[in-house]
């Protein structure tokens, strides 16, 4: 059962395809390194999307989130990067990414990327 | 007294149908299978809507959400359908179905769909 | 100085008529009687209103909620006659009538009202 | 199905009669008239107990409850006098009945009696 | 109707002599003035008793605390003087007052004294 | 260093008269009396506004709020003197005035005024 | 992976049964049925222990909960249950069951029975 | 390792310069001088931007508003200094700048200035 | 006006030294350099005390608390500093201070010193 | 800068060895693997202890708390780690280890140790 971390995003068909609606998955679980200190960053990530034809499979979002988990990733960057990923892989409508970073040097961070 | 669950919904009249006005009902006790695990996922459900000439009546509305106790439904899926079988059941000027699951593997969902 | 709940609503002349502006009155002190069960019900109402040439007094707004206590009331019935009494009343420029209503059955609902 | 509200306690026995172990049952509906104004007082009533051969009956607690809605009563009379009521009915090992009632005056008021 | 502010504090006869049960009175109107400074100061008062044959009336303690509202009070004295008011009127089997003053400086100051 | 509660309200130069900037000052301090029952009232006042060549001097803001003390005031009247106030002394480019004040009789009321 | 829920428990070693020390499991996804009305109650399980030899494994404590979805089940009768079963399956040093229940007719339930 | 406090500000370049995206930076280690008092201010800064072709980078704006540490600064022409100072340096797309200081005589102040 | 910080601390006499009873002074407007880095340290100072003959003078607590603006200080010894400071001028019968200090490095720090 | 994770805690003297005073450390900032399901888990950390000769040094017990990033390991013997590495290292007084980990499976942890 123990999967490995992989930035491959899996999609399962949208269930309804002819309405306009909004899904929005979210994880206090997020951890990536500073790429200036090489420590450990904590955040929260909320994705909000309306569906096209596709919706992300969760297990594999969080397979795709895992596998920031040792890599460097600057918070403005790994923001677009998973707005880029999610977009090519499921082509919604529209989407939101938003990051919040927990404090570091008394100073907390939040990034916010949508698309169109 | 005791009923058994079931996906009919009752109305009753709009008392004031000539003006335009928004009702809400909400409850954190909705629960359902997940379909790829087989286990019990648990949520809220909000309705709000403009009613037309029909109100649904709460207590068939308690049984409605009941009756996907043991039914296996996909988040999206699922809330679709309840805004698709109010939408039939009461015919309002608009409705919007949200529904908010607890954490599975880190992450929550949220699944908002309106009518019109 | 105990007085009767009576519907009668006396109002005081708006001290600034010159200008539009807001007045939100609020008490978590409703409760009227359920009309399917027979048994109290319990909840908030809010009123915001922009007065016209009069204010609506709060002693008799305190006397006309209680007015409801032992009175059979559906929630979008009562939310429905609560603004029209006060229009009737202080003819006010826009008016809105919010009622949150306790958890029964699971469900929890608030119903609102505005004119125009 | 609509019942009269009643001072009468029903009791049902004590499932696990061999242990200690603490009931704590609690509703934010309670609402009385104040002996002094004669206007309503509103407010949450908290009891736990111990219980020995019988435990209360939710149903009729709730009917017991509402029969003080339209009786004057002190605050500090009516939290002895539920405290009476339930000693009396269930003869429990111990019990704390506490009263939280909204703001008159500015001022709001807790009343808390146990036994032994 | 309207009273004047005055330090006599009413007693009621306690309902219940017979139990030891505790009343909690608050309130967040209180105001007094700054000796050294000579403006307002702002706090909340908490007294807690377990009465004898005495409680404190309300309307009267609102009042008392009334008197306040244009005298100079350092945090420390009031609170001791209004314990000591307290138990000359109602000679309680104990008692504590708590003040809790609001931000002077950037120093938010509580003061707490209790009988015996 | 003791002054007195004065309606007048001094003003200082806008540093920066170039750029459109928004002022939120508040403060929970707020007391008057009630020209109904003679006995105080309190509240909160939060004053937003856009400077144009003036702001308000925050120790006279205080002075001015003061100044209410020992005035009787209505709800409504005294947000809307407080706005017209404050409009004569600093001309802002926009303002409002938002007055909340505690419970009485159950009734909470807020009260909302702007210019233009 | 679809599991079947079942009241078996399993164990693990504990990893310091040297030292006391003590474990909280909690979980809001209590479901079962009432036995009066035949519908569905919702809460949450705490489960306090100081493990001897045992730990409870968290999969089976999560299928042994789930095993009560569609049981009957008085509150107080389940939590003594609920103790009953994992003090036989782990014989920790001492436990506590606490069992919050959602309102039903108004009326919120808290159960809590410990060992020894 | 220790660095001095400096008015410079550092940025480094946007990563994602074809989109448009919001990036928050909010610390509440705000402290200056009262130029009235000569005492310490406290607050949080929230700075809210779209970046165009570069990003401020985080030590140098901890840097930077440790520089204010010791200088006296109005709470207007503070904020509008921090937003003059961070346009010039980042040239964004567009900016907010928010200051949220703490209670002084009663009174909080947030200033809010905005480019363009 | 503008005073200079520094560590001496004024006191004032106990108004009711015939009583144990106990002071809360607390700010949120602690700060500090951190040794190590050289950078600004935030936290919170909670004073508990039950005076003997003599209550510390809350202006020259804050500027005390101000005397380490710019001073080193570890989080363990300006603690124990600050309790034996106040000791030595207010002699006080027992005495807590508690620092809170913001997050550094992920790590947040709270250190409790008493007398006696 | 960046350092490498690594069990080592370092220790600095205690300013104050005459005088038992607590010391709270709390970083929500943990991670490691789940032994069972190679998956990651998230949790607080809280160290309360009594220094005797010695401090945990901040930025090592950071370092050493990192470096569970990739190892597996059950929350109960992980907790027991902690407190048996930091009393080697430290000698206090007396200390406590809480680990709070987020949900998994609908079921949150939390295990707490203690010495002596």
Redesign the interface.
């Known amino acids: ?3 490995e971390p992989t930035k491959e995003l899996i999609t399962v068909p ?3 395809p002819g ?1 306009d ?9 997020m ?1 990536c390194m500073c790429p ?5 960053d ?1 955040g929260t990530v909320r994705i909000t999307y309306v ?1 096209d034809e596709l ?1 992300v499979e ?2 594999s ?2 397979m795709y989130l ?1 596998s920031f ?2 890599e460097g990733a ?4 790994v ?2 990067q998973i707005l880029d990923d999610l977009l090519r892989a499921t082509m919604p409508r529209r989407m939101t990414v938003e990051t919040i970073w ?14 169109p």
Chains 1, 2, 3, 4, 5, 6, 7, 8, 9, 10 share one sequence.
């Open positions: 059962m123990p999967s949208n269930p309804e309405r609606y909004e899904v929005l998955v979210e994880t206090d679980e951890t200036v200190t090489g420590q450990p904590f569906p919706l969760l297990k979002l969080k895992w988990r040792n600057f918070h403005e960057a923001t677009n927990k404090v570091r040097g008394g100073i907390a961070t939040t990034v916010t990327a949508s698309h």
